[in-house]
């Protein structure tokens, strides 16, 4: 059994900041991928950033130089620090990693979701 269990989401003002956590934790034998993807109300889930195994990330075009992914390895966990939050950023955060147990191999995993709200 695996869990993610996010954190860090709330309601903050336009060019404000919040940070998001999201710890892993289980019977992990390894993690490759980790990342976040967000969904708006009406919208499609959409990524926001990812983090290899090795630290090689990628962004959304539309967070690059506002959004810095990091990860602990040794805590199995990912943050996502959001700067110059728009209110175009709100919707529910998830995160998600591709995860190895010791009873089966790497698939997807996802946390319940955390709402990020920016007012204008």
């Known amino acids: 059994q695996v869990q993610l269990v996010e954190s860090g989401g709330g309601l903050v003002q336009s060019g404000g900041s919040l940070r998001l956590s999201c710890a892993a934790s289980?019977?992990?034998?390894?993690?490759?991928?980790m990342g976040w993807y967000r969904q708006a109300p009406g919208s499609q889930r959409e990524l926001v950033a990812t983090?290899?195994?090795?630290?090689?990330?990628n962004y959304a075009d539309s967070v690059k130089g506002r959004f810095t992914i990091s990860r602990d390895t040794a805590k199995n966990t990912v943050y996502l620090q959001m700067n110059s939050l728009k209110p175009d950023d709100t919707a529910v955060y998830y995160c998600y990693a591709e995860i190895a147990t010791v009873w089966r191999r790497a698939r997807d995993y996802w946390g319940q979701g955390t709402q990020v709200t920016v007012s204008s």
């Open positions: 289980g019977s992990i034998k390894s993690i490759n991928t």
């Open positions: 983090i290899s195994s090795s630290g090689s990330t």
